[in-house]
Each structure stands twice: as C-alpha cells, then as structure tokens.
C-alpha cells in the first residue's frame, strides 16, 4: 500500500479503502531516538522558533521518511496545520485537505467523508468494509481501556501507547491486533495496583515527554487511570456507520463535547485529580480557562515544548499536586471516619 501521512486521527477507513496505509507523523516524531533533529530540520529551513514543536517535527518526519503524500487536517485540530500545508506544497509535498465539521453532525460528517472518498477515488461502502475489518482492533483497545481503571492491571503508559497508536495502528493493524491482545490476556492475572494508588486523568493532547510522565507519576504512588484524547482516538462511540463514528468522536469539535465525556469519565473512573497538559504555542491552551471553571477536581496544567523529558521544575509541581492530594484524601478519609472528633489535619 502507499504510505499517506497524517497530521492527526482522520477517517484512516477512507485512506486505506483507496489503497494507501496511513502514517501517522505524529508517532513517528516522538519515537525517534532522537527526535530534537527533526525539530532542527524545520528550524533550518526557516520554521520559527516560537512555532510548536509537534508541526516542525511533522515537517521533519515528511522529508527523513520519503512521505511524498500527506492528509493535512485544516478544521478540526491545530490552526498551525493550515500554513505546514502550504509549506509542504511548497516543497513538492502532495497535500490533501480535510476538514472536521464544525459540529458535531452525522449528516455534516457524511459530507466530509463523501468529499473525501470522492478525492481519492473510493466510496464510503467501502470504508465501511474497512471499518469492520478495523473494529477487532478498536474494541481490545477499548477492553485495554478497561482493564486500566475496573481491574487496575494496566499502567498509565501502557493505556497511552495503545491507544494512541489507533491512530494508524502502528501502520499493520493485523500485527496491532495480534500483539495487543497478547498483552491483554497476559495482563488479566497480574496483580492489581494497591487500593491507595492515588487515580488521575490526563486530559489534552499526548504529551512530548510521555514516558517520563507515567513512570514519574508511577514513582509517586500515582497513576493514570484516563487518557482522555487517546482513548477518543480509539472510538468508543462507533455508532451504525463511519459518519455516526467520527461525530461521536469529540476532540475535533467545541470544548463543550469533550467536557461532557471527561466528566462522565471522570465519575466513573472515580478520579481524584486532572492533569491537564498544554502544548507550547497552541491556540488549545486558552481551553485551560474553560476545564479549571467546569471541572470540579484538583488540576494541574503542564506545559511542553520541545524537553523530551521531565525537568526538575516540572516534577518538582507534580510531585506537589501528588502530595496535596494526598493530604486531600487523608484528611476525606479522617472527615468519613466514625472515629472523627474535628481534629486539625495534619
């Protein structure tokens, strides 16, 4: 198949239906063993410094992996995407717009979809025979998801590597399929994680420094129990059709549909704080407003640029949040104890 990059979670049903297997660029920039050369290539050919780091690495990958064609995401992700496009045409780049409804829609969505099958030569039924060749993979990425948070046998990091490779599954979804349900039924007799394991959401998009993080957290007695845009990538909604899945899938559209799935996570995650991570220079940041007024949890905002890596600064704030909600959650035990007599926490 030809390799078709992708700026972030599109209708890969569509790309694969016409022939092409998706790349998502995204996962190719952060595994790199050394992904700060990439930011270094688009910084030499006259990427700003104060541009955000995921797009000069999605430049970088373009032209270190031969990608001649790429689905740039206009509407719907990162405003910074629309000029990358004209770059890469610039540089001889095949660019292919594709644009989210600006609502939630299946009818809107069903446009989208039409237009984009309609250019690149197949149809929506069969995307629809991809999407069920697709759904195997979704649905153990979904059960991962699960065993995370009900059954406590999956870390934080592993949630995240799963399921923010649904994006293109790792460019095979047979092998995707294959070694992740190895992992799940390997995972189902471990032992779970202690009771007093603080539980946390990470809300935003993937982090730069996602191993640090999770092991860091980890360290501290904590873990991740929800990833919030990672599993959207995975689907959890699929609904009857492609129009009805991409709808329901809430990153590209207002902040309001991502609050009510975060919350309803939340709840049933039995959470105990946020992290909320903002990406340097993303427009997507200012929504740190919106979460710190609805949200009625702790939350922590880190930011990150191009440190691949946790610095002092940053664990030294997250090993603080840790401990406040620590102290948090002694002194709710202490308040619910038949024992309790108004006593100062301590």
């Known amino acids: 198949m030809r390799k078709i990059g992708i700026t972030t979670t599109v209708p890969i049903e569509i790309l694969m239906a016409a022939g092409y297997q998706p790349v998502d660029l995204n996962n190719i920039f952060i595994t790199d063993p050394h992904p700060?050369?990439?930011?270094?290539?688009?910084?030499?050919?006259g990427f700003p410094l104060n541009c955000c780091s995921w797009i000069k690495g999605i430049y970088g990958v373009c032209f270190d992996?031969?990608?001649?064609?790429?689905?740039?995401?206009?509407t719907g992700d990162c405003s910074n995407t629309i000029m990358l496009a004209e770059v890469l045409k610039h540089k001889g780049i095949t660019v292919i717009p594709f644009a989210y409804p600006e609502r939630s829609s299946p009818g809107l969505m069903?446009?989208?979809?039409?237009?984009?099958?309609?250019?690149?030569?197949?149809?929506?039924?069969?995307?629809?025979?991809?999407?069920?060749?697709?759904?195997?993979?979704?649905?153990?990425?979904?059960?991962?998801?699960?065993?995370?948070?009900?059954?406590?046998v999956i870390s934080g990091m592993e949630n995240h590597l799963w399921l923010v490779t649904t994006s293109d599954?790792?460019?095979?979804?047979?092998?995707?399929?294959?070694?992740?349900?190895?992992?799940v039924n390997e995972s189902r007799?471990?032992?779970?994680?202690?009771?007093?394991?603080?539980?946390?959401?990470?809300?935003?998009?993937?982090?730069?420094?996602?191993?640090?993080?999770?092991?860091?957290?980890?360290?501290?007695?904590?873990?991740?129990?929800f990833n919030e845009v990672q599993r959207q990538f995975a689907m959890p909604q699929p609904g009857d059709s492609l129009a009805e899945q991409y709808s329901s899938y809430t990153y590209p559209y207002s902040i309001y549909d991502r609050l009510r799935d975060i919350r309803a996570e939340l709840k049933r995650r039995r959470v105990d704080g946020v992290l909320h991570y903002v990406q340097a220079f993303?427009?997507?940041?200012?929504?740190?407003?919106?979460?710190?007024?609805?949200?009625?949890?702790?939350?922590?905002?880190?930011?990150?640029?191009?440190?691949?890596?946790?610095?002092?600064?940053?664990k030294t704030r997250v090993e603080a949040f840790v401990d406040m909600l620590r102290r948090n959650q002694r002194l709710e035990n202490r308040t619910a104890s038949p024992d309790w007599r108004g006593c100062p926490a301590k």
């Open 36 to 45: 700060e050369r990439l930011i270094n290539f688009a910084e030499r050919t």
């Open 189 to 225: 007799p471990r032992q779970p994680y202690p009771p007093e394991h603080l539980r946390l959401a990470y809300i935003g998009v993937p982090p730069v420094y996602a191993q640090d993080l999770y092991s860091f957290l980890e360290g501290q007695g904590a873990r991740v129990v």
């Open 169 to 183: 599954f790792n460019q095979d979804h047979r092998q995707y399929r294959l070694h992740l349900a190895a992992l």
């Open 110 to 152: 069903q446009q989208a979809l039409e237009v984009l099958a309609g250019t690149l030569g197949t149809t929506i039924e069969a995307a629809s025979k991809v999407r069920d060749e697709l759904q195997p993979c979704r649905t153990l990425a979904l059960e991962l998801d699960n065993l995370t948070w009900e059954n406590d």
């Open 282 to 314: 993303c427009h997507r940041g200012i929504g740190d407003i919106i979460f710190r007024d609805a949200l009625d949890l702790p939350i922590l905002t880190i930011e990150g640029n191009s440190d691949f890596f946790l610095g002092t600064h940053l």
């Open 65 to 74: 992996r031969d990608i001649d064609t790429v689905l740039c995401v206009t």
